[in-house]
């Protein structure tokens, strides 16, 4: 066969890489080299936080200085809308306004009748000097004032009553005792009740007009001797005698008096004792409008003879709390007599009432400085506490006026703070009930003393059971609480209204506050 055979011969065959066209010959190469790859696309780079520089480089650009600037003006701006309106509203809440009190409205007054303090009735010529030393003692229990009773003779005249009569002793033991108690940051108030200032009325004018110019002269005496007023009663001729035939004429003269010796400091005020139920006037419209007298000291309990029940006292303390008073600033006595078990509770009533309280001399309040003073009160023959409670009474008595005292002086809740009796409901426990009561047990009495925010609840069960208080006859207050004092000052520390009861003849005050806070 030839070499050179058809085109289907053995040099032509065709393979991989070998070409079958007819210019193929065995010069040409076998494998033909593939060609070169085309580029690949460019790479895509991955996003990386800027470095120091290239962030200082792009903030110092246009459009970041004025981002900036709105940032810091919108800040700016919403910060001042919130400071205005945070203004507004302290602006234009209503807010209560602390009252501009006078020295006697802001005092406790503590009432003695010093008629054993003299040497023929106590053996010892020192006695108003033990007096005088228990000055300090007395104003470091929170006592303001004092009102001294049984100093002058009821019979004498004003001619004599600078003078006194036998019931105290001499002018000088007086006088001392003013200057002292002065000294001591005590305001004395002297009590004339049923004195004869005035003279008799059925005289002739000119003599009438002499026993006035002596009464006048009388208290001028003792407003420079250092007496911050007078008290007397409504029964007194001064006071009863000329408001008969509307003229008040004694009365405004003795204000003209007290103005001649009256400054900021210490202005001189006259207190009328009520007995009566019902005062005669207390006002002169026809000198406009001038008020006669500066405080009406009135009584919690009515007088009686034996002593009062619990019921009756009960009746009595409720009436009070249910009454409107007038527009005199009222100033709160216990007067009646009452069990012995009751003095802690009537304590703690006349201290927490609005007002101005007269606290009577105790000697379980003095004897805590072991100084023994024998002073006689107005209900000496029902205060005999002294030989009834044991010691650790007494310092319970003690601490319970100082506390109240001193939480009177810095709170203004108890102090001119708004006043609101609360409807409360008792449920007597089963287990000391007694069906055979012939009257029903007294209820739990109970108010409030608000100022603000603030508000004291005071609870007094004057009966002889124990009472599980009923919060949801008040059930806009508070229910927690923190104990201020009680009558046996034993609880302490926080309460809740929802399970707290009162026991037998208990007195409980209580600052109350809403939950996770306090005021």
Known sequence: MPLNAGASGYGSAAGPGLSASAGGSESAPLLIPEPDPEP????????????????????????????????????????????????????????????SLEWWQKSLFYQLQPDLLTEKQAGRSGSVNALCEQLPYLRSLGIDALILQGLFDKKASPLTLNGTGE???????????????????????????????????????NADNTSKLAAKHALRFWLEQGAAGFAICDTDVAYLGEVKCCSHTTLLEWKGVFKEFSSEEKERILVVKQTKEVLPPLKSFSQGNVTLVDMVMRSILPSSRHLLSAKKVADAIETLLKTNLEDIWPSWIVGGKASLDLKELLLVLVMTLPGSPVVQYDEDIVQAKNVS?????????????????????????????????????????????????????????????????????????????????????????????????????????????????NTRMDRMGSTSLDRLQLRPHEAIVIKLFEPGSYS
């Open 373 to 485: 003073l024998k002073v006689s009160s107005s209900q000496s023959d029902t205060n005999q506490s002294s030989d009834t409670h044991t010691d650790g009474e007494k310092r319970s008595v003690a601490a319970l006026f100082s506390t109240l005292s001193h939480s009177r002086a810095r709170e203004e809740a108890l102090l001119f703070g708004n006043f609101t009796f609360l409807p409360f409901n008792s449920s007597t426990d089963s287990s000391s009930s007694n069906s055979t009561l012939p009257s029903p047990p007294a209820p739990i009495l109970a108010f409030l003393r608000s100022w603000g925010c603030v508000h004291f609840l005071i609870l007094l069960n004057v009966g002889p059971e124990p009472h599980t208080l009923d919060p949801s006859q008040a059930p806009s207050l508070p229910k927690a609480g923190v104990f201020v004092a």
């Open 40 to 99: 690949d696309p460019e790479p895509v780079q991955q996003w990386q936080p800027l470095t120091k520089e290239e962030l200082e480089v792009a903030a110092g650009g246009p459009g970041w200085r004025k981002a900036r600037c709105y940032l810091v003006l919108l800040f700016w701006l919403a910060w001042l809308a919130m400071l205005a309106v945070a203004i507004a509203i302290i602006v234009l809440s209503p807010r209560p306004v602390a009252p």
């Open 167 to 205: 019931i105290f002793g001499t002018l000088s033991q007086i006088q001392h005792l003013l200057a002292e108690s002065n000294k001591a940051d005590l305001k004395v108030v002297l009590d004339v009740c049923e004195g004869d200032l005035v003279g008799p009325q059925d005289v002739a004018e």
